[in-house]
C-alpha cells in the first residue's frame, strides 16, 4: 500500500500493517527532526492506514504515558494532553476532505529548557520527566528556576559543559526507575565520540555507575522489556538484547536504527537512511552493499521471539531520518494540534464542559505588522512567513492559497452575538432581527484561511423538523472558488445531524440572485425556485439521512433482533455511500441471519470488490459456502482470511471444524490448537479433544476436556 501525506513524501508499508493495528487496538508515533515533524499512524473505520502529521522544531525523543505524550524540541520540552473523553470523536474538515480521530493531543505546557540536544525522555514512577542532556553528557530533569538540573552523569565525564563529549542519547527504565543508558563512547573531550563511532559505544546501568556493554556501534535506545534489555546497535543495524556483557542480534535493519518500543511479542525499530557524515564509515555500510542493498528510511515491526518482520512502514521523499517511536495502546486514530492550525485557538475544555467547547472564529484579525515568532514552530517557518506576509492592501487583493481553508461548526449564535458578523451576513441579518425577530436555534458554518474567517452561512431551525437558509455570504476575493458550494454541503450535513428532514430558502429575485443563489441551489439539487404571490422566490431541499446515520440504526436494528429492518438502514446506508464497506459486512451478516445466503454471499463479494483484503468478509463467505457443502470454496476463502489476518482465530476455528467434518484429522488438529491459542474457549478445547481422540491421542484428548470444562466455568 502506497500513498502520500503531502507532494514531498510518499508512505508504503505491508498490505495487512493497517488491519493489524486495528486487530491489536493500536496507533504509533514517530519523530523526524531532519524535517521538523511528529506523525502518528493509525488506521480507519474501514482498517485501513492512516497517517497524521505536524509541524514542530526539531522533536526528538518522545515518551507517552496514560493521556499525554511528552516531547523534546529544539529547546523546549512539551506536554500534550488528550482533549477528548473515552468514546468522544472530533471531526475537522477543510476544503479537500474530512477526518476524524478518537485522541486528539493538544499541547499544554512546555518547559524551557534551552538548546541542550535533548534525546531520549522518560517519566519515572514519581511522574518527573527525565531526560538525556546529550551537549552537556548527562541525565537531567526540568526545573522552575533553571534551565535544567543534572541528575546524573558517567563516571568518565569529568564536568558539565555543552561539549557533548560521549554522545549520551538513549534512556531506558526499569520497574520505574531510570537504570540504563547508551553513549557513542566513554570520552572525555569536546564531541570525542565521533572519532569512536566503530565499536567505541557502551551501555552504563545508571544506577550502579558500571559499563556494563562495550564495543558497539553508535548504540541508542535501550529498553528493558520482558526481562531483557534490548537495544539498537546502529552502526552494524542490529536490533537485540544484551546476554551478560554481550549484545544478541535477532534482526538486522537496512538503515541506522533509532527509536524502539515494544507491544505484546512485537518490537518497533525506526531506520533512517545513511545521509549524513555522522552515519559515513558505519559497518552497517559495508553489510548493505554486501547484500546488495540500500538504506531505508520507516519502522519495522519484528516478532521478538522469532526475528521475523512482521509488517514495515517506509518513508520515501523529504523524510530520510527517524528519531524516535511509542506505540498508543487503545487508539486507533490518534491526531495532535499543531500551532498553525485555527484549532488551537478555537477548542476549549473546561471542568464540566462535557467535552470540547468550540469558540467562533476571528473575523478580523487587529493586530499589525509582522508576524510575532511561534514557540515550538520551526524557526525558518514563521520566518518565511514574516519575510512575505502582505500589507493591509494586499491582502485584501491578493487572497491567501485555498491549501489552508477550513470548514467548522460555529455554535451558541444568537441575534446579539452576531452583530459583530455582521458584515458576513448577507441579507444583513441586524436589519432582519428589526422586523422578524428570531424563531429558533441558529446553525452556522464558517470557512476560514489561515484563522481568519471568509465565508459564513446560517440556518435557522424551525418546527417540523425544517430550517430555514437566512445568510449566506463570501468575501469578494474569494468567490468563483466553490467555497459557497462546499460551505452549503456541509451545513445541511450539520441540519441533519441536528434532526432536520428540509431546508427551504426565502428571498427577493434580482439579478444578483440569478447569477449567485440560483446556480448554486441547482448544483446542491435543491428544488426550481417558485414564484409567491408575496413576490418571493422559493425553494426547499429534502435532506437525506446520512449513510452513518443509517448504518448506526442497521446495527440497532441487529442487536434488537429485527433483521429485516436491520437490512433495509444497512442497504439505505449503501445506496448513500456505494463504498461503505462495513455497511456491506453488516447487510451480509444480517442477510445471512435470515437465510438469505446468495444475497448474503452478493453483499460480501461487493465488499471484496471495493476492498479485497477484508479478512472479515473472506471469513463469512467461507462459513456459508461451508453450509452449502462448497468444501473447496470455503478452504480457499478460510485460508485467505487467515492469510490476510494470522491472528484470526474464527477463520482457524471455522477451518479446522470443516477439516474434522471431512476426517482430515491432521489438519484439523493444527487449525483447532491455532484457534485455541488465540482464543481459549471451552468449545474450541471440547472439539480439538474429540479430534486428538480420532487421531488415537487419548492423554491430549482428555488434557483438552478438562481445559474445556475449566474453561466453560470461566465462562460462566
Known sequence: MTFSTTSQLNISCSPQLGSWLQSQGI??????????????????????????????????GIYAANNSIYISTRYQIWRFENLL???????????????????????????????????????????NIVFVNTDFSCLATISKDYSFVPLWQPPFISKL????????????LRDGKPQYVTACSTTDTAAGWRNHRVGGGVVIDVQ????????????????????????????????????????????????????LAFWENFAFVGLSKLRSPTFSGLPLEERLVALGKTSQCGLMVIDINTGETVHWLQLDGVVEELFDVVV???????????????????????????????????????????MAPVAGLPRQLWENTQNSAPSTQQAAQAPLPLTTLKFQRVYHITASNLADYDAFTFPSLQQRWQTQPQRGELVGISASVVGEMVAFGIAEMLPEKTAELISLFVAPAYRQQGIATKLMQYLEKALVSEGCDQITVVYQPTALSAIALEPLLQRLAWQMPTLGADGLQRSHKLLSVSA???????????????????????????????????????????????????????????????????????????????????????????????????????AYLNLGRLHANQQSWL?????????????????????????WQQLGETEKAIACWHQSQQAAEQER
Not at 35 to 44: I, K, P, S
Not at 90 to 111: N, V
Not at 678 to 691: C, F, H, R, S
Open 27 to 60: 496507533s504509533l508515533a514517530f519523530s523526524t527532526y531532519q524535517t521538523n515533524r511528529l506523525f502518528f499512524v493509525g488506521c480507519n473505520q474501514e482498517g485501513e492506514i492512516a497517517a497524521h502529521e505536524r509541524l514542530f522544531d526539531k522533536p526528538m
Open 85 to 127: 473523553a473515552p468514546g468522544e470523536i472530533y471531526q475537522q474538515s477543510d476544503s479537500l476532505s474530512e477526518t476524524r480521530c478518537e485522541r486528539l493531543y493538544i499541547p499544554r505546557t512546555a518547559y524551557t529548557t534551552g538548546d541542550l540536544n535533548v534525546h531520549d525522555l522518560v517519566l519515572d514512577d514519581a511522574e
Open 161 to 172: 559543559a555543552a561539549e557533548d563529549r560521549c554522545h549520551l542519547n538513549g534512556l531506558g
Open 208 to 259: 550502579t555507575n558500571n559499563i556494563i556493554a562495550t564495543g558497539l556501534s553508535m548504540p541508542h535506545s535501550p529498553r528493558w522489556y520482558q526481562d531483557k534489555l534490548w537495544l539498537l546497535n546502529a552502526g552494524t543495524g542490529d536490533f537485540g538484547y544484551l546476554d551478560g556483557e554481550q549484545l544478541v542480534p535477532i534482526a538486522f535493519c537496512p538503515g541506522f536504527v533509532r527509536g
Open 328 to 370: 498508543l495502546p487503545g487508539v486507533r486514530q490518534p491526531q495532535a494540534l499543531g500551532f498553525q492550525s485555527e484549532e488551537i485557538e478555537r477548542l476549549v475544555t473546561f471542568p464540566g464542559s462535557g467535552g470540547i467547547v468550540t469558540t467562533k472564529p476571528t473575523v478580523k484579525r487587529p493586530s499589525v505588522g509582522g
Open 548 to 650: 452513518r446515520v443509517q448504518f448506526e440504526q442497521g446495527k440497532q436494528w441487529a442487536q434488537q433482533g429485527d433483521l429485516q429492518a436491520a437490512v433495509t438502514s444497512f442497504s439505505e446506508a449503501i445506496r448513500l455511500q456505494p463504498d461503505y464497506i462495513a455497511a456491506y459486512n453488516q447487510l451480509g451478516n444480517a442477510l445471512q441471519g435470515l437465510g438469505q445466503l446468495e444475497p448474503a454471499i452478493a453483499a460480501y463479494q461487493s465488499l471484496l470488490e471495493i476492498n479485497p483484503n477484508v479478512a472479515q468478509a473472506h471469513c463469512n463467505l467461507g462459513a456459508i459456502w461451508q453450509m452449502q457443502g462448497k468444501t473447496q470454496e470455503a478452504i480457499a476463502a478460510y485460508q485467505r482470511a487467515i492469510q490476510l489476518k494470522p491472528d484470526f482465530a474464527l
Open 667 to 691: 489438519a484439523a488438529a493444527q487449525c483447532l490448537q491455532e484457534a485455541v491459542r488465540l482464543q481459549p474457549e471451552a468449545a474450541t478445547y471440547y472439539d480439538l479433544g474429540n479430534v
